[in-house]
């Protein structure tokens, strides 16, 4: 499903690559934390998957298709395939709870009817059908992570990525969530998602990829 | 549009950006000029063909001081019977010295040259004409304001190109102001931008999303424009009537069409510019 192949990034010409020789397969419905300390190139490579930085080395396949023969249209029709939650939740502040979550299917022509239901049932699976209405700064963290998480599997990813997901969250909502991704992957959506968080780590195993000065160390943390 | 579409409208929204709502009232003011300028060159050539037919339907005749009246009156049954002349005249003292005043100066008792007012039609054969004048008035001059057409038709002429001019220029900065804004309003979408397309939406539906707000303004600002100059031309034909003369049917359509040619430029331009735009980021 994810092929790196000798991948690298490097921002500048004169500066040290963020990530480096990175070969890696991840399986499709598999679960997988990405680790690191800050700097390591989490982020990087969360930004090379979703396609807002092509590999500067090596080759990144996705879908069976290499990430730097695409187009611009092509990579709007594969992020349509994949779900991405960020730490700081990206959430639009002038949009409802059900706007934000609806935008998705918006991108993908998707009928009123069919919004309003997927939206629906959507928030109720994340615990938040009362909140269809409420706007973004009404809502506590864990509730805008919610929303955020949402808003990302709303049109059934393939893949889920998770930047930190639980970074602005306490921890009863960090498990929370936690239990949301693993509905989700036993689904059948891959899930990869990055977190500092060792006890997180612990009480729900998955394989983890370590990743510290832009190279991966699998399964260390 | 959809509930779906109002969304994207509402996420993606450059109404938020002042330079956007800018260009309401700038497209106003563009298209109240280029519909007044439109209306101008129709009036002044709506002036022009009028003041044109009513010279072009004289001929003057000017014959020396001494002239035999007898032969006068023979040349004026001559050219009387000459189809495509509607009338002749021979001027009076005082109309022949109120006709000249402007060339004698204090000149006041210099013997005055005789007149003939000739009304023609276009079926006169002006060979012909000239020809049994100069028979019988070998001397006489015979002047029937081409000259004075030719200037005033070359001033008339320059008057429109310079206007043409103009309106090139309001054209060109119609376009750049539609550059500008588009740039300016998704730049201050950035981070929704952003977020939108890490979502999945791809260049041709944010392209949508900003033609259709730049369109929307493009709309206002023509409704604007024609209500403006309709009021400004409404206003000049009350302070000036002589001008409402040369007003007609096709001056009032000029300022509903003419500000359209603004509308349709903005809206080939926008999302050519929202395109550009995305992909230089």
């Not at chain 2, 040259?113 to 039609?121: L, T, W």
Request: charge should be negative; glycine fraction near 6%; include cysteine.
């Amino acid at each position: 499903m994810i092929r790196f192949n000798e991948v690298g990034y490097q921002y500048d010409q004169s500066a040290k690559a963020t990530v480096r020789d990175l070969s890696l397969d991840l399986q499709s419905g598999s679960f997988y934390y990405l680790c690191g300390p800050s700097g390591a190139g989490k982020t990087t490579l969360f930004k090379m998957l979703y396609m807002d930085l092509l590999p500067t080395r090596g080759d990144l396949t996705l879908f069976g298709k290499n990430t730097k023969d695409l187009t611009r249209e092509n990579i709007a029709q594969m992020r349509r395939r994949m779900g991405v939650v960020f730490q700081d939740f990206r959430l639009l502040k002038h949009l409802s709870v059900k706007e934000n979550v609806a935008l998705p299917l918006i991108f993908e022509n998707k009928s009123q009817k069919a919004i309003d239901a997927s939206v629906e049932e959507i928030l109720d699976w994340v615990g938040l059908g009362d909140k269809l209405l409420s706007m973004p700064d009404e809502l506590s963290g864990g509730e805008k992570q919610r929303v955020a998480i949402a808003r990302a599997v709303i049109n059934r990813p393939e893949i889920l990525i998770a930047d930190e997901p639980t970074g602005n969250v306490d921890d009863t909502m960090a498990a929370r969530i936690i239990h949301l991704f693993s509905e989700l992957n036993k689904h059948g959506t891959t899930v990869l998602l990055a977190t500092h968080d060792k006890g997180l780590i612990e009480n729900f195993p998955n394989e983890c990829l370590f990743l510290e000065d832009g190279m991966l160390m699998k399964g260390q943390m | 549009m959809g509930a779906g579409l109002k969304i994207a409208h509402k996420a993606l929204s450059l109404k938020k950006d002042g330079v956007f709502r800018l260009m309401v009232i700038m497209l106003t003011l563009l298209g109240w000029m280029f519909a007044m300028g439109s209306s101008f060159v129709l009036g002044l050539d709506n002036l022009y063909d009028k003041w044109q037919l009513e010279q072009k339907s004289r001929v003057s005749i000017y014959l020396l001081p001494d002239t035999d009246f007898r032969k006068i009156e023979h040349l004026e049954k001559t050219l009387e019977r000459q189809i495509g002349v509607v009338s002749v005249d021979m001027l009076g003292q005082k109309e022949t010295f109120e006709l000249l005043e402007p060339y004698l100066g204090e000149v006041k008792s210099v013997p005055l040259p005789k007149i003939i007012d000739v009304e023609i039609d276009h079926r006169l054969a002006r060979d012909l004409f000239d020809r049994q004048v100069k028979e019988i008035f070998p001397n006489a001059e015979i002047d029937d304001a081409q000259e004075l057409l030719d200037s005033v038709s070359l001033g008339v002429r320059f008057a429109q190109t310079a206007i043409l001019a103009v309106a090139i220029a309001i054209l060109i900065i119609l376009v750049i102001l539609t550059i500008l804004t588009v740039r300016a309003g998704i730049r201050a979408q950035h981070y929704v931008l952003g977020i939108m397309q890490y979502m999945g939406a791809g260049d041709a539906f944010v392209a949508r999303l900003v033609s259709t707000q730049v369109i929307a303004m493009a709309a206002m600002g023509y409704a604007g424009a024609v209500v403006l100059s309709s009021l400004s031309l409404f206003t000049i034909m009350q302070s000036f009537p002589m001008a409402a003369e040369y007003v007609d049917a096709s001056l009032w359509v000029a300022l509903g069409v003419a500000p359209l040619v603004l509308f349709v430029v903005a809206a080939i331009v926008a999302p050519w510019a929202t395109k550009s735009v995305i992909l230089s980021k």
